[in-house]
């Protein structure tokens, strides 16, 4: 009886031991990143920058999926409905985490279907228009808008799209009237057209912008922030450049499905901050006009109020200019 005790205790405290031993660690196998918006554009550019570096943390490769349409909503509701396992991690913005949940009627709720884990950067938009419109600066181009309501062209992914919102916004601080030209396929369409004199004018994220600039084939009017970018310092804020207060910024942050363990996203939190601090992705960002949060702004937590803070200043301003990005709504 005490022998058949004794190995039936030690079974246990073997068996008690081997559990936590055992457990896998993670990550084991690749991540999934998926971008809600095709190759090429800005939040596809800032994943791939920063997957580069990931993996290196993580020991594993960071694989880009890119799930188009609907603003970028199905996307995101890709990564809702993944399992929670930290293998599917996703990307997203201003546009998919704030302004999508006032343009749409989603199937998932943006604060409490998903998980935060790193708030990346924020991109401030820039007023770009085609180097032949007459307004040499910004208040040059409001006297335009005013003296012509409703005929200067602004180009936008379509509605509830960040250059549609930042459009919105213009005229409501101005008192002007755009003409939206949407484009299926967003930001590089809406930057050939400029470039190639088709329509006049857009807001966009300076990660798209800024090489076009550079390069002469088109003009910025400002940037949407209260200080310039170190990456274009001669293009003025909004504040100097005469609409002050128009602040407007498509920040990114990753997200993964509400239930994943906390010590995973520990884990990818980890990764994604030991990425915004490596001196090579540093350089690309500024490089591209990306402002990098300080590493205490960075935090899962972090990113969770923060993303409830947009909800509340954005979501009223989006509804009282009756924006809708579904057909019939």
């Not at 079974?11 to 809600?36: D, H, K, M, Q």
């Not at 939040?43 to 188009?68: F, K």
């Not at 906390?262 to 980890?270: H, Q, Y």
């Not at 994604?272 to 601090?277: G, N, Q, R, Y």
């Amino acid at each position: 009886m005490q022998r058949r005790a004794f190995f039936g205790a030690l079974a246990s405290t073997v068996l008690g031991c081997a559990g936590p031993a055992t457990a896998e660690p993670f990550p084991t196998r690749p991540v999934t990143l998926i971008v809600p918006y095709g190759a090429g554009g800005p939040t596809d550019t800032l994943a791939r920058i920063l997957s580069e570096r990931m993996r290196v943390s993580l020991g594993q490769p960071v694989l880009i999926e890119n799930v188009t349409g609907a603003s970028g909503s199905i996307g995101v509701g890709r990564a809702v409905r993944a399992e929670p396992d930290g293998y599917t991690v996703s990307i997203g913005n201003w546009a998919t985490h704030v302004v999508n949940g006032a343009t749409f009627t989603l199937q998932y709720d943006l604060l409490n279907d998903l998980a935060p884990v790193a708030l990346l950067s924020s991109n401030p938009y820039v007023a770009v228009a085609r180097n032949g419109l007459p307004a040499k600066d910004l208040p040059e181009l409001i006297a335009l808008l005013k003296a012509n309501p409703g005929t200067v062209t602004l180009g936008t992914g379509g509605q509830g799209s960040g250059q549609h919102i930042s459009g919105v916004y213009f005229q409501s601080v101005t008192g002007t009237s755009l003409r939206f030209v949407p484009y299926r396929a967003g930001s590089s369409d809406i930057m050939k057209d400029i470039v190639g004199g088709h329509i006049d004018l857009t807001f966009d994220q300076a990660i798209s912008s800024l090489s076009y600039i550079r390069n002469g084939q088109m003009k910025a009017y400002a940037v949407t922030a209260p200080v310039r970018l170190a990456a274009a310092p001669d293009i003025p804020t909004v504040d100097e450049a005469g609409a002050p207060g128009v602040y407007i910024s498509a920040w990114a942050g990753l997200w993964v499905p509400k239930a994943t363990p906390p010590g995973v996203i520990e884990t990818l939190t980890k990764a994604a901050m030991d990425a915004l601090a490596s001196d090579d992705v540093g350089r690309r960002l500024d490089d591209l006009g990306q402002v990098i949060p300080p590493p205490g702004q960075q935090t899962a937590a972090a990113l969770g109020a923060f993303h409830k803070a947009e909800i509340e200043k954005w979501w009223p301003i989006i509804k009282a200019a009756n924006v809708n990005a579904e057909p019939g709504r």
